[in-house]
């Protein structure tokens, strides 16, 4: 068993203009394209080599001698996220269960987005924002790198990417106004919920 690379939940033109088509050619095509391969070499042969995506990232996480396997699997874990938190004609006040839930944590919505769009202008060089569910109450969360909140037992709910190449061709230096668009155009709230759920 191989990992795969999974296909992009909708065509590489639907989140423009906030994500162009060329963005998604690279990000998906060439950068999670990679880590698919990097892993599958550095797997292969090994005992992780009929693990999960999941497996191989609880088990690699505290072994830094497998910090290569952690890093491709984690960013494979987080980029296959991170395209099933947008969609076209996303972003807005948050719907559903959720939309109770970030006003009884943050006590508003413009709080959590304040609170998230700083996790994301903060994240010093590459790294990712999250809003995590810890103990049953959300929580934003920052990590570096490719690290993971699964690989601490906390629960996903949404995330942002906020490595360079996530944003370079559309916003050049632009962390703040990619973010504003993640917020505004990109979020989808339907993921979030189920992942509440
Ligand atoms: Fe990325």
């Known amino acids: 068993m191989s990992i795969t690379l999974p296909e992009l939940p909708y065509l590489k033109n639907a989140l423009a203009p906030y994500i162009s088509s ?10 999670h ?3 698919v391969t990097n892993l599958n070499k550095l797997i292969a ?15 690699t996480v505290n ?11 984690a960013q494979i874990w987080n980029h296959t ?31 959590f987005v304040e609170q998230l769009k700083n996790a994301g202008l903060t994240q010093f060089g590459s790294g990712w924002a999250w809003l995590v569910l810890n103990n049953n109450k959300l ?24 490595w360079e190449h996530a944003y370079y061709l ?3 230096n632009g962390r703040g106004t990619y973010l ?18």
Do not use: C
């Open 63 to 73: 072994d830094a001698s497998k910090s290569g396997v952690f890093n491709n699997a």
């Open 22 to 31: 060329e963005t998604l050619d690279f990000h998906h095509g060439k950068h």
């Open 180 to 197: 504003d668009a993640f917020f505004n155009n990109l979020i989808n709230w339907d993921f979030v919920n189920a992942n509440l759920a």
């Open 170 to 172: 559309d916003y050049q």
């Open 139 to 162: 929580e934003i969360m920052k990590t570096a790198n490719a690290d993971t909140p699964i690989a601490h037992g906390l629960q996903a709910l949404l995330t942002v990417d906020v």
């Open 45 to 59: 042969g090994t005992e992780l080599e009929n693990a999960t995506l999941e497996e191989i990232i609880k088990k």
């Open 81 to 111: 996220f991170y395209w099933q938190s947008m969609k076209a004609e996303g972003g807005g006040m948050p719907r559903g269960a959720i939309a109770e839930k970030i006003d009884a944590d943050f006590g508003s919505y413009d709080n």
């Open 33 to 35: 394209s990679t880590y």
